[in-house]
């Protein structure tokens, strides 16, 4: 179950901090996360459909992430018809906010329940929306559309909006642990800090406290589908080997460096056995750092003094993507 945090205006040196873990049947194939050139789009593909759960726009800043909404009712009757959901990220990542509405318009009969956010994040005010789409019980479809709400944290896993009158326990967990995260940063936040305090909350599974929501989704056997509901991850178990979580994000905006971090990794390495014989290991983070674009009009500074420089740790890759990214190889 892909689980994704947004915070937009939660700190005032960091207009933007998102985090999205992806779940998926351990035997899917993808890419390792990169800059695509024929797109411009740095994303990780999945090889099985083609499209990308997450991206973000090199040189335009146009983002898109996607989770799906967990129901065992089906919308497209003919599968040769249907959009990848994957591929509705890549379109979003690389149109402008009305091409990106109509091509939802036009595809909604499409596309399979889902929720996906999208809009510019290369600015200090980030414009995020959110859209999803989703059957009730008797098999009536809904869509809905709405603005990622500026200065709090919001979570969107796979609940379905059409049934779910609340989230999930495991998303209201995250979204307060995360709150209580950033509300307690310094004024001058390491992007390194963020990156450690955001994955350690996003690895956590088997948390004390956290329930199952009193209406499972069908789509595992129950003792299955309760294992999916202890945290923001979901491990590799004895008992459920085939999914869980397969890799991680975790981006951060800086408002004075004018300049994006883009953290990843696998979370599904294979060490010679198959996914069903023994338990993953994680990849060490990588790291995508793009430059906002630079005809941006002069905003006046939020801070009295810039965020400090960040040095890589050992576990962690720095890549400087080219002139696409505006930002020189290191």
Known sequence: MCILVVAIGCHP?????IAHN??????????DDQLEDTTGIVCGRDLQAGGMVIGVHSTSGHFAALTNC???LRRVSDPSSAVSRGRLVEYLATHEREAALQFLETNRERLEGFHVVFGNIFRKSPHLEYAWAAP??????????????????????????????????????LKDQVSRFIHGLPENPSVEAVRLGISSIMDRYDVPGICPPECLPT??????????????FTPWREQFPEFGTVSQRIIVSHALTKELSYFYRSTNVQTGLSS???PPKKSPWQHLLLGWPRNLPPQPSLLGKRIPGNASPSEVDEHRPGKRAHASIV
């Open 276 to 278: 069903m014989e023994s």
């Open 13 to 17: 040196a960091l207009p933007l901090i």
């Open 136 to 173: 009730d019980d008797d098999g009536n479809w809904f869509n809905g559309r709405s603005r990622i709400v500026p200065n709090k944290v919001s979570v969107i896993c796979n609940e379905n909006p059409a049934l779910d009158a609340v989230a999930w326990p495991k998303s209201e967990w």
């Open 70 to 72: 967990r129901t065992h």
């Open 219 to 232: 789509c595992f056997p129950r003792e299955k589908e309760v294992l999916l509901h202890t945290g923001p």
């Open 22 to 31: 992806r779940d998926e049947n351990r035997d899917r194939p993808s890419g």
